[in-house]
Structures are given as structure tokens and as C-alpha cells.
């Protein structure tokens, strides 16, 4: 099966792959899994020939999403398709794509149609629908998770190379968990919820699903950016952190909820391990505020709110347990609307205070799975169950990333999820990035095809290569975290330098010569460092040094402290030692 990942279909158009041909592949690939139920409406030929012809006579250089086929819930509008939300009787066709739509367009994505979902956006189990239920995609006795069910479904089953889909409650990360794929919830706002129909307006968010860190960054950013179409949003500061010695929240053991599933409760402990043996201490939270928030979205006043962006339906147009959940809303007044917004706002103040003692916090992303007749058997506490972990995160205006990490004996994934305050979007993903890297075989993968060893430089922030006193635990490495900025990875420059120790001091520093004859490997750290934050970190580096442009083992090229050949004076050469740590050991012993 042709690999979908955006760097293997780049490779695939260089070599020849037309996106025609392509799409050809996936529309028989899709036919022959029809009895999974992910799709609404498919694109026929006439309509994706405007997708098509916008790709003539370019290449995959030229846009940033070229020819890359993606599927779109279906409460997110696409010119010209029927927007049904899965309730036939809402359907309506709009002239404009929703505004993250149109911004993949732009780069040279192309819409293969419309997925199904739990109706109106409501659940978090992918059964809700009249287009029947979704199944999961490695069993179809299993739920697939939702809202979102069909857009993670169609990913997982290799039918598309990214999907989009919305995050109220946990509907673009509890089916991401089922379906082994990486979900984002960004951050409330941004990206634009214009041209989506809301399920809560004040929380609902655009979500994707991607197969890999690098891909997500990619896409992301393509949708990123402030849309005056869309009262609700609007842009923030980057909030970063570090990649070692890392300190992860997870909830007090008690605290822990599984619903007896003792495979799940394994899995997380497992899943918990391998963090600590990736060097992260563990904090064990009290997990009271959060779960308090979690428990307002569907006992408080946001389901008047969703009761309310459904006002124009007949109930007899929805679903029976649809009608169900939304009658809970009738009857709630403004005095018990803003006592819920007062305890809200104490419980925030308290979910803070805990987030502030970590880096992120970890926990799984669903307690347990069930099967599509459990779930039907028991349709409103199961549904209820599987938002434990998820519902509070909009409510407190937090951002989440959802990643595979594992797989139980029958061979259905398990999934876990880091969340962390509005804006840490890049730094969980960065912190995703690690976790799907250190684990060869992630839910049962072989990651190395897909897994880039260095993630694309996020949009706003510059890599910087550092090789002395900058390093991580070094004298200078303040200058770089007091600014935000965080670890990308531990690296070798390419076997071309010369490293020097400059003469004086304190603080020791070295020097990066570039020499082809008698250069070597030398050890290296890639961090990210703000935009808003590079002047003044660069005015602060004293001559002989300077920052230009470096050559990594990988050959790409970042900018990094380097040297002037003046800097030689009085300098002694340490290129044999491979790297200023070691230097260091030596000078100390």
C-alpha cells in the first residue's frame, strides 16, 4: 500500500506519480472499505477537476500541500458539496468553503468529500448517525471514536493523507486514540471555526489527524492566522518549554479511572515507563479540578448551548438520543448559567495552579473501548465515560495532543494524550515528536519510514544550532530557556568542522571552524528559539563568535554559532574530543 505521508507523496510526484493517478488509487481503495460507513459524499470527476486543473503545470516545490488528498467532517462546509452534519433534514450546500478549509486549498490540498459523524457533533462514539455506524478501523465489532469517526477512519485505513475534524469534547482525540493516529486540539481560536457548524459555539475548535509530527506542523500551519470571518479568533504568544529533564503531571493514582478495564490501566502504566525512561520525572496531580470541569459540559449550561445551535430543527429531525442530551438543556436560566461560569472560572484557577508545577500533563486519552452493541445497549453513560480525560480541556482553554502508544493483546490501539495551556501547541507537538521517535514500533508501526529525524522549524521560531556553553546543563543555557525557547534534539554537525576552545574566560566557550581536510563530527544541540526573542540573543554572543549558517550530519542547514578564523589566536583545537562536554569533563579533571 502506497505510503500517504506528505514527504513519501512529495517523493512520489518527483518521481513521476501524477495527482490524478493517485486519486484514482484511493477513490477504489475507499470503495472497497465502503462497509465501514466513514464517508458521507464522495467528489466525482467534475468536481475534482478544478482541484486537479489548479495543479497543472506545477510541481510539488510549489505549493506546500501539493496534490496531498484529505477528507473534511461533515459539519465543515465545502463550496459547492452538501454540508449535512449527519441530519439530512439540516442539509444545505454553501458557496464558500469553511476558512481552514480553503487555506489547504490554497496550498494545493485536494478535498476527496465529506466523512460522517456522531450528528450535530454530539459524541464521542462515531454510532450517532443515520449514514449508519463507523467502525473502527482495525475492528469493525469496535467503535471508532467521535465525533469525528469518519475522518479518523478513513485516514487509518490509508484512504487519505489527513483529515479535519472539530474538537468540542474530545472529538478529535478519543478517535484518533481507537484508530492509532496522532490528534490535535489546538488551541481555542486558532484556527477558524468560519464555515463550521458549532456544537458549542464558545468552545468548539477545527481539529486534524495526521500520521506524523512532521505532517501535523506542515498542515498547521498552512491553516494558521487570524480570520476576521470568525469572531472567536484570535492569536497568542507561543508557550514553550524543555525536552530534557522534564516534568510531567499525571492524576493521583486514585484518581485514575478505567471502568475496570485492567488492559487499559496496563497499558498507561507502560505507557507512563517508557516516559520516565525517556528521563521525565512524574507528578502526581490532584485531578479534582479538572474532573470537576469535565463534568460542567454536560451538566451545565453548554448543553442549552448546544441545544441552542440546533434551535431550527424540528426534533423529530434528529436522532432519538440526540434529542435526549438536548433536552437537558431546556429550562436552564441565566442565574444557573453564571453560577456555572463562577465555579468555571475558580476551577480554572485551580487547574492552573496544578499545571504550573509541570512541563505537560499526561493521561490516557480514553479510560476504555467498547464494542458498537455495548454502546448501543448503553448509549448515554458509555458515551459519558469515554469523555473522562477529554471534556474539560476547552472548558479551561487548554491545548492537547493525542498519540498512539500501543496496542492491546486483541491488536486495538491504545492512545495517550499531553495537554498544557492555551499556546503550548508547537511544544506538545515537539514533545510528541520525541515520544513517536524513541518507540521504533508506536502502536505497532515501524516508525523509521515516516519519522523524520528532525521536525520542520515551527512557524515564528528559528533553529538554532549550539555546540559549547549553550548546551543543555551548560553555564550559558539560560540564555536559551529564559527566552522560551526549547530542545529540538541532540545532533553532529557534518564531519567538516574543527572545534576549537577559545582562549580566556570564564565562561569557557568554543569556536566552530568549518575545514573539509581536517574536520570532524562534532556534537551539537538544535533549539528553537522564538523570532521575538533572536535579536536579543544573537546581540549578546561577543566576537570572535557569530551566528551563520551550520551543516548538520543529516545535511540540512540551520543557523549556529560559528567563528572567525581571528578566534584561532591563543585557541587550543579540541576537534578530537568530539565535543565541548567532554572538553569540559577534562578541563575539570
Known sequence: MRDLAIAALQRDYRAGLKPAELLAELRGRIAAHADHHAWIALLDDAQLAPYLARLEGQGPESLPLYGIPFAIKDNIDLAGVPTTAACPDFAYTPARSATVVQRLVDAGAIPLGKTNLDQFATGLVGTRSPRGAVRNAFDPDYISGGSSAGSAVALALGEVSFSLGTDTAGSGRVPAAFNNLLGIKPTRGRWSTAGVVPACRSLDCPSLFALNPEDARRIGTVMDGLDAADPWSRRGRPVSGRLEGLRFGMPRPEQLEFFGDTTYAALFAQAAERWQALGAELVRLDFTPFSEAARLLYEGPWVA??????????????????????????GIGAEQTFEAFYRLQALKQAADAQLALVDAVLTPTAPTHYRIAELEAEPLLLNS????????????????????????????????????????????????????????RPGGRDASRWMPALPPTPPGRIEVAVCGAHLSGMSLNHQLTSRSAFRVCATHSAPCYRLIALAGGPPFRPGMIRDAERGAAIEVEVWSVPEAEFGSFVAGIPAPLGIGKLELADGRWVSGFICEPAGETGARDITHLGGWRRYMAEKRA
Open 305 to 330: 448551548e448546544r441545544r441552542h445551535a440546533t434551535r431550527d430543527m424540528a426534533p423529530q429531525a434528529m436522532l432519538p438520543v440526540l434529542r435526549r442530551i438536548l433536552e437537558g438543556g431546556a
Open 385 to 440: 465515560r469515554l469523555g473522562t480525560y477529554t471534556n474539560f480541556m476547552n472548558l479551561l482553554d487548554y491545548a492537547a495532543v493525542a498519540m498512539p502508544a500501543g496496542a492491546t493483546p486483541a491488536g486495538l490501539p491504545f492512545g495517550i494524550t499531553l495537554f498544557g495551556p492555551a499556546w503550548s501547541d508547537d511544544y506538545l507537538l515537539a514533545l510528541a515528536q520525541r515520544w513517536m521517535a524513541a518507540d521504533p
